[in-house]
């Protein structure tokens, strides 16, 4: 089963300047989740995507980031313009709300990660 | 939502057993406990899950006392390469919506 693509892998851009990411998540994965993540620190959720819906999306800073799931299958997620603390990972990962998992080896609601998108803004 | 505490940081010497605990004292009856591994430059990845008592997978031990207001996250014989954060999660229950909370982890050294 192929897992959760992310890309570009690594972007280095100026601040005030625009950047995207791209994430495409495991088939049939209704629930898709960007994070950010600095170094040091955890992931923090940015949004959370129903399908095409957003659910939650208290932390997303929307003077300047934004992020769409068109169709509920990609999404996109758009810094204009970026500032120097933009500079971080950010993760998309996904999941099935009707995973029943047992724990041991899956979970409810398991969040499947992709290998990130690494911004630098100098 | 609850939030979780764990140590920063721990150092284990390898073939050691390590038990990393979390505190979450205010869990909600439908939260579940559960545990991701993060290694550099990777996304987090699914360790174990538990509500109550214990679970046990080829890779952990997850143990919740009977008030759930902690868990531990146990690791044997921990080699090299079980150096990773280790985030302790609570929420997610099954069915509908819910949030759940990346902290700030663990971070596990293990040394030769």
């Known amino acids: 089963e192929a897992g959760v693509a992310q890309s570009p892998r690594y972007k280095i851009i100026e601040k005030r300047q625009s950047v995207a990411f791209w994430c495409n998540p495991i088939s049939g994965h209704a629930t898709l989740y960007w994070y950010q993540q600095i170094l040091g620190q955890g992931p923090k959720l940015l949004i959370q995507f129903q399908n095409n819906g957003v659910v939650d999306d208290s932390q997303l800073p929307k003077d300047r980031f934004s992020a769409e799931r068109l169709k509920g299958v990609d999404s996109t997620l758009k810094i204009q313009p970026a500032k120097l603390e933009d500079s971080a990972v950010y993760l998309c990962a996904s999941s099935h709300p009707g995973l029943a998992g047992d724990g041991v080896r899956s979970s409810y609601n398991e969040q499947f990660f992709g290998p990130g998108t690494r911004l630098t803004v100098l | 939502l609850a939030k979780t505490t764990q140590p920063i940081s721990m150092d284990s010497y390898e073939g050691q057993e390590v038990n990393i605990t979390c505190s979450h004292n205010?869990?909600?009856?439908?939260?579940?406990i559960t545990w991701y591994q993060q290694f550099p430059s990777q996304g987090p990845r699914f360790i174990i899950q538990g509500y109550k008592t214990k679970v046990t997978n080829e890779v952990a031990s997850l143990f919740i006392p009977a008030d759930r207001k902690s868990s531990t996250l146990s690791l044997p014989r921990v080699s090299l390469s079980d150096t990773a954060v280790y985030y302790c999660?609570?929420?997610?229950?099954?069915?509908?919506?819910?949030?759940?909370?990346f902290g700030t982890g663990t971070k596990l050294q293990v040394i030769p």
């Open positions: 999660l609570v929420g997610g229950g099954r069915g509908g919506y819910q949030k759940v909370t």
């Open positions: 205010n869990i909600a009856t439908n939260d579940y």
